[in-house]
């Protein structure tokens, strides 16, 4: 069974930078992507970007380009994305979903964590 | 950005009804929509995959189908516990753009 795990709930003041953890665990084959994608109160989910988990390849949504980091972490199965300069608008609840498809393209998000709840407030 | 526009955004039916949503692309994805079920204070479940295929495990009341640009989710002898929002999404390029979603309440 994949499971994704992330990281708890975080408050930020603006300006500053968000970094959310997702562990994978209960794959059986090598090859698969993360995307991350972060949803506002009562609005639809956006997809921020993604990152192959062999290759470290990653792409981003040109909205966040520039202010956005997806990682491996030194823990194969552990990923990170990184926001940088936070503004209010940035306040979501943040996912990590895979991918079967590791070319991250026509993708669909098979499996997702919990979510992380990321204010942003001075 | 491709923009997916859902109708209806909220629906109301009884145990047992059959409901459909439907997903229109502003352009031509061919085949590429999936569907996903968010219940109020969880992650987005996966239904449906490339506009037709059953997700692991989802039960056979929930199908899909269309191509192009419009698509329909349909799901029957509907249970209380399909109460939720339901939102399409497209894959068919970057970046990946959700409908906003339909709300469906059991009455």
């Known amino acids: 069974q994949v499971q994704l795990v992330q990281s708890g709930a975080d408050l930020k003041k603006p300006g500053a930078s968000l970094k959310v953890s997702c562990e994978a665990s209960g794959y059986t084959f090598n090859s698969y992507s993360i995307h991350w994608l972060r949803q506002a109160p009562g609005q639809r989910p956006e997809w921020m970007g993604w990152i192959n988990a062999s290759t470290r390849k990653t792409k981003y949504s040109q909205k966040f380009q520039g202010r956005v980091s997806i990682i491996r972490d030194t823990s194969a199965s552990t990923f990170s994305m990184e926001l940088r300069s936070l503004g209010s608008e940035d306040t979501a609840v943040y996912y990590c979903?895979?991918?079967?498809?590791?070319?991250?393209?026509?993708?669909?998000?098979?499996?997702w964590g919990q979510g992380t709840l990321v204010t942003v407030s001075s | 950005d491709i923009q997916m526009t859902q109708s209806p955004t909220s629906l109301s039916a009884s145990v047992g009804d059959r409901v459909t949503i439907t997903c229109r692309a502003s352009?031509?994805?061919?085949?590429?929509v999936n569907w996903y079920q968010q219940r109020p204070g969880r992650a987005p479940k996966l239904l449906i995959h490339?506009?037709?295929t059953l997700h692991s495990g989802v039960p056979p009341r929930f199908s899909g189908s269309g191509s192009g640009t419009d698509f329909t989710l349909t799901i029957t002898s509907l249970l209380r516990d399909d109460s939720a929002t339901y939102f399409c999404?497209?894959?068919?390029?970057?970046?990946?753009?959700f409908g906003q979603g339909t709300k469906l309440e059991i009455k």
């Open positions: 979903a895979s991918d079967s498809n590791a070319s991250g393209q026509y993708s669909w998000f098979d499996f």
């Open positions: 490339t506009a037709s």
């Open positions: 352009q031509s994805i061919s085949n590429f």
């Open positions: 999404q497209q894959s068919d390029s970057l970046p990946y753009t």
